[in-house]
């Protein structure tokens, strides 16, 4: 099976009614763009680093609350989106990778299957609250993510903005990395982080580990940031725990 087979098999599958009504009860309605301004796709970088201290209270609230390191700096970052546009109601991405049939496995290609969190604050909710609220939406995005995401955007009647994705304005992931570098007789490598120049979205998080705590590493829009607003918010990230 090749990717063009899969993209036809992913299309005339049936579409679960179950997974349906669930993304239209989360995501209906869902709040219009949250960034003033034109896209231009043309993408700046901006880095923080997670001292250990603070990587090991986000792994200690992950364990309170028995869920995923991954909930609770989604969390986070839904609350700093939040604070950053003055709204109560947002939305943020993700992705899980995934290769939902056997004769897929030695195919050369990305599977993503995206899905997307809303993040709903009324006054004096607590970060505790959103951690357990984000886990709920991730593990019910997960259990339906057979279903089309072009057909989630049409069941909640998402608004289209230009080139963006309806929906994935704002995302977040989380990457593992190899502990060790690869190591050939005579020859070392060492990964290499390395930007493409565009922007995928308004704004895209992401977070993997790194010597002393975790990295944040945050693509964003020039034509919608400049980089010291995109420095500040990867701050309040930082110190949202």
Not at 39 to 63: I, Y
């Amino acid at each position: 099976m090749d990717y063009a087979d899969y993209a036809h098999w992913q299309a005339a599958r049936v579409v679960s009614r179950e997974g349906l009504d669930h993304f239209r009860n989360v995501l209906a309605d869902p709040p219009g763009p949250m960034f003033d301004g034109q896209p231009t796709h043309r993408g700046g970088v901006a880095t923080a680093t997670l001292s250990l201290g603070t990587w090991q209270e986000v792994q200690s609230l992950a364990r309170d609350k028995q869920t995923t390191t991954f909930a609770v700096l989604f969390a986070a970052k839904l609350v700093c989106l939040g604070q950053w546009t003055g709204r109560a109601d947002v939305v943020c991405g993700s992705g899980s990778a995934a290769r939902p049939h056997p004769d897929l496995e030695g195919t050369v290609g990305m599977f993503l299957i995206p899905f997307a969190v809303r993040g709903l604050f009324a006054q004096g909710t607590a970060f505790g609250a959103v951690v357990d609220d984000v886990t709920a939406q991730v593990g019910a995005a997960l259990r339906y993510g057979a279903t089309p995401f072009d057909q989630v955007v049409d069941a909640v009647g998402a608004m289209r903005r230009g080139n963006i994705p309806p929906l994935l304005e704002a995302n977040f992931n989380m990457a593992s990395t190899f502990s060790e570098c690869l190591e050939l007789r005579g020859v070392t490598a060492t990964p290499v982080a390395i930007h493409s120049g565009g922007a995928r979205g308004a704004l895209t998080l992401l977070a993997s580990p790194a010597e002393g705590g975790m990295l944040l590493r945050l693509e964003y829009d020039r034509g919608l940031f400049s980089h010291a607003e995109a420095t500040r918010y990867l701050s309040s990230v930082s110190y949202t725990h």
